[in-house]
């Protein structure tokens, strides 16, 4: 970058103290980058310290972490989830220590929460892409902590819930997947790895249990009757909005929490935010008319958050260009710091929240110090 010519002749200094004539030379108050405005500085969640090295992650005993995918290269119909984790990041209007109003607790005085930074994601390579992310997800889940994983288009599922069963075994995990669509057809016009398609590959290969799998939130017209025959035959069970609608949410959530515990040892929730009714969150790529409020689906997550053991958790198919109003951000956003502070509650209540390893795989590396309970200031970094 070439510079510019400097005047080498010295310069007489300024007859007038501007900064003490217009009161600037005070001894003002500063801030640290946590608790700073959310538009100043680099965008990291919740302004949370920016922690990438696995090795950093281990030796702070990391309760939470937010990872991004921003890949959309799997998409059907309308792409831009790429942009999603940078506009979940981005769509908060407070920082520092904040109160959950629902649950009564400052999660991040509670529970050391970071920004693990993005998978190295680039663009138009699919099987790249999701060994990336396969990579970055189980990398963070080896040290203890819990991954929120911010997509992306819903192939990043495949790649990131794989990457926590490997890391649980010898124990399981059952998966309760959010979605106007149930994500299980064969291929997208022949791609094995569309986003329509990551939970058929999660349990045609092994990695879960079609029996530990429960939807809610399905209606629309799609998939086709055969994709219901292949989910009928591998045990899959699924709540149509139709059910939520007559029944109520939470008894709808109280049955879903039961069948995906009904083996497994911990849960994987994967939220598709079109579940949401696109008139609240339109910036999605295949919008379903018909679905959950978004407090509905808030008090949802609290509460399987609240009951059971939290493996992991991804936020999908957030397409920031569709998101006028940055809606859909916003639910994404707040949908993250609901599982933190239901989180957070049970840390207070003195149960465990990182994962130590079962007695086969317990790691060496854990920091034999590492306390459960709570540290003042913990989410500062």
């Not at 500063?30 to 949370?48: C, E, I, K, Q, R």
């Not at 990579?135 to 192939?155: M, Q, Y």
């Not at 009714?277 to 679905?291: F, R, W």
């Amino acid at each position: 970058m070439a510079e510019r010519p400097t005047d080498p002749r010295p310069q007489p200094p300024s007859p007038v103290d501007f900064a003490h004539l217009n009161g600037w030379d005070r001894d003002w108050e500063t801030y640290s980058d946590f608790d700073l405005p959310t538009y100043v500085g680099p965008t990291t969640f919740m302004n949370l310290p920016w922690i990438t090295d696995p090795a950093e992650l281990r030796a702070r005993n990391v309760d939470v972490a937010i990872i991004g995918a921003p890949f959309d290269d799997a998409v059907s119909h309308r792409p831009g989830a790429r942009f999603g984790p940078r506009a979940i990041r981005e769509a908060q209007y407070t920082s520092g220590s904040i109160h959950s109003l629902q649950l009564g607790i400052e999660p991040f005085e509670v529970l050391t929460v970071v920004d693990a930074g993005d998978a190295n994601i680039i663009p138009a390579w699919i099987e790249r892409g999701h060994a990336l992310i396969h990579r970055k997800v189980r990398e963070v889940a080896e040290t203890g902590a819990i991954p929120i994983v911010l997509g992306g288009d819903h192939s990043i599922t495949w790649p990131s819930a794989t990457a926590i069963a490997e890391v649980r075994r010898p124990g399981s995990i059952g998966i309760v997947h959010f979605d106007a669509h149930a994500d299980t057809a064969n291929d997208d016009w022949g791609v094995l790895a569309g986003h329509g398609t990551p939970m058929r590959r999660l349990i045609e290969s092994g990695a879960v249990d079609g029996r530990n799998f429960v939807q809610v939130g399905l209606r629309g017209y799609w998939p086709p009757v055969e994709t219901f025959e292949w989910m009928q035959a591998h045990g899959l069970r699924y709540h149509f909005m139709t059910e939520v609608e007559e029944r109520g949410a939470e008894a709808v959530i109280d049955d879903a929490i039961a069948e995906a515990l009904d083996g497994p040892d911990a849960i994987y929730l994967s939220l598709d935010i079109d579940v949401v009714d696109p008139g609240l969150a339109p910036g999605t790529g295949t919008p379903e008319p018909g679905g959950f409020l978004s407090r509905e689906l808030l008090r949802a997550i609290r509460r399987i958050v609240g009951r059971v053991e939290l493996a992991a958790m991804d936020i999908v198919e957030v397409a920031p260009p569709y998101d006028h109003a940055e809606t859909t951000s916003m639910i994404a956003n707040r949908a993250a710091l609901e599982a933190i502070s239901a989180l957070a509650v049970k840390r207070q209540a003195g149960r465990t929240v990182r994962w130590r390893g079962s007695p086969d795989t317990e790691r060496a590396a854990e920091s034999p110090g590492a306390a459960e309970g709570p540290g003042a200031g913990a989410g500062r970094g």
